[in-house]
């Protein structure tokens, strides 16, 4: 089974901090992607990565940056962290193969509040 | 620009009885796949059914059943002989196919499930 690992389940982090959300999977998918879900707002693409030093913007990229030094990890930051930024943040990736993409798998989301 | 809509915030569905969860979308793409997510409270997201847009035949998998009107744009799910573990968070997703595997989420369907 594919196995997508988020560092936390919780975290909590004053304004104005810089926060690192990681993310693991260990099925050497090529594609990962970060996903931000608010209630009534469903979930929303933030950044994704096709490749190793790789990235594109997604629909709502305001605010942060990604990083993917390696194909197994994909990290979110927050470069100073806002209360607007309070959120599930959730990771996932997917398989590209038999020229079709796999449909994507979900890590557990990091609930993360910002004081 | 793609949009998926669902209209019901919330459904609850008596044990062993039958639930449609409706989706609809938007598009300009003749070929593109549809999904059903479901998200358990405080548990990981995962895939209940997909749907191929040049496919008629609509996908079903085991209690779950989709019922698709392309022409609508339609795309609901049905799940059967409701189960208490079928109480989650539902998410309808739509995918272009081709070049990129980026969702667009619907808002999800809170669905309770009575004894």
């Known amino acids: 089974d594919v196995k997508v690992t988020q560092s936390s389940r919780y975290l909590v982090k004053r304004t104005g901090e810089k926060v690192f959300l990681e993310c693991v999977q260990d099925?050497?998918?090529?594609?990962m992607f970060w996903y931000r879900q608010d209630p009534g707002l469903g979930l929303r693409l933030i950044y994704f990565?096709?490749?190793?030093?790789?990235?594109e913007k997604g629909d709502i990229p305001e605010g942060y940056s990604v990083s993917r030094e390696k194909k197994e990890r994909f990290s979110l930051i927050l470069e100073s962290a806002s209360t607007n930024q309070t959120s599930m943040y959730l990771c996932?990736?997917?398989?590209?193969?038999?020229?079709?993409?796999?449909?994507?798998?979900f890590g557990d989301g990091t609930r993360l509040s910002i004081l | 620009a793609q949009t998926v809509t669902q209209s019901q915030p919330e459904m609850s569905v008596q044990e062993a009885e039958t639930v449609t969860l409706s989706c609809t979308y938007d598009?300009?793409?003749?070929?593109?796949?549809l999904f059903w997510y479901k998200q358990p409270p405080s548990r990981q997201m995962i895939l209940v059914i997909r749907q191929e847009a040049y496919k008629q035949q609509n996908a079903t998998e085991n209690r779950f059943s989709v019922n698709f009107q392309k022409a609508a744009k339609s795309f609901s799910l049905k799940i059967s002989d409701s189960q208490l573990g079928d109480a989650a968070m539902y998410f309808c997703?739509?995918?272009?196919?081709?070049?990129?595997?980026?969702?667009?989420f619907g808002t999800g369907t809170r669905l309770q499930v009575f004894p």
């Open positions: 099925m050497d998918h090529e594609n």
């Open positions: 997703a739509y995918r272009r196919d081709f070049n990129t595997d980026k969702l667009i």
């Open positions: 990565s096709y490749d190793v030093k790789m990235k």
């Open positions: 598009t300009s793409e003749s070929d593109y796949y």
């Open positions: 996932a990736s997917s398989l590209y193969t038999g020229g079709r993409f796999q449909p994507q798998h």
